[in-house]
């Protein structure tokens, strides 16, 4: 099992400009060896089956690869001496950055999805570096040691779990400062827990007017919280917008709107944390809907979409669900709003039809709250209107809690 602790960190002003220094030189071998990729590609593709009689021939050499980029290290080192205070695993670490922003320009993800043409890295961003060699005990206190860099303080708030092991410390560069994000290995899997024995299941609708609305008709409101701080972002964006380029000024209030962004965000982020928390405390098995955020976000409804975090909060769920042994289920949210949830008549809706009354049976419950048991009918493996697994309320009873006959 994979999981990652962050902490921040308590750099000293000769640590930061270390730090900061290393920065640009992987920022500059990052660019020189994704050039040397575009180089061969350029040199050596051709867009016919056949060459021209009188073309260039370019110099014959392999195909630039991860392992062959990975053997120019020692060189550099003895040509440009400085390269010698970054470790060896950070280096490595960047010409993997380099083979795998290329490989997905060319042959695309695990999905088949090709990424855009690599970009260079301009100034200031390149914002990341990762050491993936320990000692034994890198932990002292409220001290991180980072091989060939010392001893670092860190906001030590969170402790490391017993039998965790370090693999990789990643240092990143943020707008209120530095952060290391440690990944720990363990090497217990958690037994999930049979869908036999699930005592508590529960089905839950993504929404815009709430957050989510469970099957019991309990619900999480929306917080908001990029709306609610639209006015402050957009007086500082215009701020620098004002600000002459390069200046000092338009610098000092640049970091001042990434700061409010990092806010919002982590504000965000801690909602979405106590929300699965609250869910995975109280419920075995948890259904959503599978959905197409990507999709959505191409609507009108993209800004509020994104400002729910959907795709986060469903990410933090099945990860805090898998650690826990529990289980989160997507399900095909085809037909879950219009579908009756007590007897399976499909009740057509428009999007400001908010209460499902179904005109066969006669339930008459909010939308969302039907959809919510639908998902969990199909999460358990109950068509939808199965009376094995149906909602018992009476008749027209709206705002009441249903109960689950299992």
């Given at each position: ?32 060896l994704l050039a040397d990729r575009f180089n061969w590609y350029e040199q050596n593709r051709c867009s016919i089956n056949s060459c021209p009689l009188i073309c260039h021939l370019p110099e014959l050499r392999n195909n630039p690869d991860y392992f062959s ?338």
């Open positions: 099992m994979r999981t990652a602790y962050q902490y921040r960190l308590r750099l000293s002003k000769s640590q930061e400009a270390e730090i900061e220094r290393w920065l640009d030189m992987l920022r500059h071998q990052y660019n020189y980029q990975k053997r120019t290290l020692p060189q550099l080192k003895k040509d440009r001496h400085w390269y010698k205070t970054i470790h060896a695993n950070v280096l490595q670490d960047c010409v993997k950055r380099v083979d795998l922003a290329f490989k997905r320009y060319l042959k695309g993800d695990c999905n088949g999805k090709k990424s855009g043409r690599p970009r260079f890295k301009g100034k200031n961003r390149y914002k990341s570096l990762t050491f993936s060699a320990f000692s034994k005990n890198p932990i002292q206190g409220k001290k991180l040691n980072l091989p060939k860099f010392g001893w670092v303080k860190m906001v030590y708030h969170r402790p490391i779990p017993d039998g965790f092991k370090i693999k990789t410390a990643t240092v990143t560069r943020k707008a209120d400062g530095y952060y290391v994000t440690l990944s720990l290995q363990d090497d217990i899997v958690p037994s999930v827990i049979p869908i036999e024995q699930v005592s508590n299941p529960i089905g839950i609708d993504m929404g815009l007017k709430s957050f989510l609305i469970k099957s019991d008709g309990t619900e999480v409101p929306i917080p908001q919280y990029y709306r609610k701080a639209q006015k402050r972002l957009k007086r500082i964006q215009k701020t620098v917008s004002r600000s002459k380029k390069g200046s000092n000024n338009r610098k000092k209030v640049v970091t001042k709107l990434g700061k409010a962004h990092k806010k919002v965000a982590d504000t965000r982020k801690d909602f979405h944390f106590k929300t699965a928390k609250g869910l995975l405390d109280s419920h075995d098995l948890i259904a959503h809907e599978k959905l197409n955020i990507k999709g959505l976000a191409r609507t009108k409804m993209a800004k509020s979409i994104f400002d729910a975090g959907w795709g986060q909060f469903l990410s933090i769920l099945s990860s805090k669900a898998e650690n826990a042994g529990l289980i989160t289920k997507a399900v095909n949210p085809k037909n879950t709003s219009q579908n009756c949830s007590s007897c399976g008549t499909k009740v057509p809706k428009k999007l400001k039809d908010r209460i499902h009354s179904c005109p066969h049976c006669g339930y008459k419950v909010d939308r969302d709250v039907n959809a919510a048991i639908n998902i969990l009918n199909l999460a358990v493996g109950h068509p939808v209107g199965s009376k094995a697994f149906r909602v018992s309320e009476p008749v027209g009873g709206v705002g009441k809690k249903p109960t689950l006959n299992l």
